[in-house]
């Protein structure tokens, strides 16, 4: 993002839903307002936290930990198909805003940042966050698969239109994935499983080989792109 996007983003941030957004490349968008993507053939997977950063914690089960094998396993469930890049494959920390940097490499493809949940105990089940209407299907997709690959659902918001660093700033469809709660302990039970992780990355797996092949067909009307500014930290939840 140059100054001057970052200007005219602040300026039209507040409510012109309605006007045409400024940014209108090839394949890539700083605000998301197209459809989604189709025949995309690179996937980048965002293993959440790390290093210094540990994020969820709940018993001897670490957030960041789970994020990186779920993502390890779901590179290797896209593979050959996709070319696939893991913006972290080790135990190390890299800042939200230089995980959009890293992104934004590349052009035709999506980006899935992997994470895990933590809230209430009595909450379970799946919720994949987006911002952009070019990752709305993606993310409704994903959270479909998810929800049927997991057996409880209790309280989760399910899909979620929010700003996020990660849902609003990368220049490629973008989405956040919660694959669960750690403070639930009957889903944090299922964590442990290898099984039930290469589960999760079956069902992930399977809403982007769909996205790719059917873009936005049998999703009906997307919803509106929203020019707000980008995310920065600060921003609840960015
Ligand atoms: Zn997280």
């Not at 035709?108 to 966050?129: K, M």
């Not at 911002?131 to 918001?157: C, F, H, K, M």
């Not at 899909?159 to 919660?178: F, G, K, M, S």
């Not at 020019?227 to 921003?235: E, I």
Request: proline fraction near 5%.
């Amino acid at each position: 993002m140059n100054a001057f996007r970052a200007i005219v983003g602040v300026v039209l941030g507040f409510g012109l839903v309605s006007c045409q957004g400024p940014s209108k490349g090839i394949g890539r968008s700083t605000y998301g307002d197209r459809p989604g993507p189709k025949g995309f053939k690179t996937v980048v997977i965002d293993a959440g936290h790390g290093g210094k950063d540990s994020g969820a914690q709940v018993g001897g089960l670490m957030e960041k930990q789970l994020a990186l094998d779920i993502s390890k396993r779901l590179r290797a469930e896209l593979q050959p198909g996709f070319k696939v890049v893991l913006l972290r494959s080790d135990d190390r920390f890299i800042e939200l805003d230089d995980r959009v940097s890293l992104t934004n490499r590349y052009g035709d493809a999506v980006l899935v940042s992997i994470h895990l949940n933590y809230g209430r105990r009595s909450t379970s089940g799946p919720e994949t966050f987006y911002w952009r209407t070019d990752s709305y299907s993606l993310a409704r997709r994903v959270q479909v698969q998810l929800s049927a690959a997991i057996p409880n659902e209790s309280g989760n918001a399910g899909l979620v239109r929010r700003r996020l660093r990660l849902t609003r700033n990368p220049t490629i469809p973008c989405i956040l994935v919660e694959c669960g709660y750690l403070t639930n302990a009957r889903e944090a039970g299922l964590l442990t499983s290898t099984g039930y992780r290469e589960r999760l990355a079956e069902a992930i797996a399977r809403a982007i080989r769909d996205q790719s092949a059917h873009g936005d067909s049998g999703m009906g009307v997307l919803p509106r792109p929203i020019y707000a500014p980008p995310s920065r930290a600060g921003d609840a939840r960015g």
